[in-house]
């Protein structure tokens, strides 16, 4: 596992340095043809499925996920503490997570509430599918400067959970976020893929 991590780590520095740069036209073509060869290398065993042995869980247990994935290159990754009743994401978006000039795209953002907002009814066993997700964007999420996330169990109504949280930072609440989600429990979330 800590190769495949390592390998997403040279990759997202790899996507941060293409996205902004002035390198000459002849180093780019050079570089996109290593990668290119690279990449075929790796395409031989790349599989379509998880890889044998991975668990279903939160955090490290998940480390394929779009948004905290240690071993996914498309992850910031977020990275989760558990607080008691309070889940903390915390975050440094760089410039391919760019919306607007120097802030972060909405809807990454609410990709990572997404996750944070589950992880707070995950720890309740309150977890499931997500129904739904409101985001209310108060300031601009800058890039560069550290972004917290944090999320709590709301309430449970019958077969639903309802979580809130919030985007600080600098002190500064930038988004507030509720979500709904299909109370089904730990175990049952776990095997949704199978």
Request: glycine share 8%; hydrophobic share 45%; with cysteine.
């Amino acid at each position: 596992m800590d190769q495949r991590a390592e390998l997403a780590d040279a990759v997202r520095r790899l996507i941060a340095a293409s996205v902004r740069n002035e390198a000459p036209e002849a180093l780019l073509a050079e570089v996109a043809a290593e990668i290119g060869e690279q990449a075929e290398r790796l395409e031989r065993h790349a599989l379509d499925h998880r890889p044998e042995g991975q668990d279903d869980g939160m955090a490290a247990r998940m480390p394929f996920d779009a948004v905290i994935g240690r071993c996914n290159p498309l992850a910031v990754p977020v990275v989760l503490d558990f607080d008691g009743e309070v889940v903390r994401g915390r975050a440094r978006f760089t410039a391919p997570y760019e919306g607007p000039p120097d802030c972060v795209q909405g809807g990454i953002i609410a990709a990572c509430f997404d996750i944070v907002l589950s992880a707070a009814t995950f720890i309740h066993d309150a977890a499931g599918p997500t129904i739904s997700l409101t985001l209310r964007y108060r300031k601009p999420t800058k890039l560069w400067v550290e972004s917290v996330f944090e999320a709590a169990l709301d309430r449970r109504e019958g077969v639903r959970s309802h979580a809130a949280g919030r985007l600080v930072q600098d002190g500064v609440v930038t988004v507030e976020a509720e979500a709904v989600f299909a109370n089904i429990g730990r175990e049952r979330t776990r095997r949704l893929g199978r």
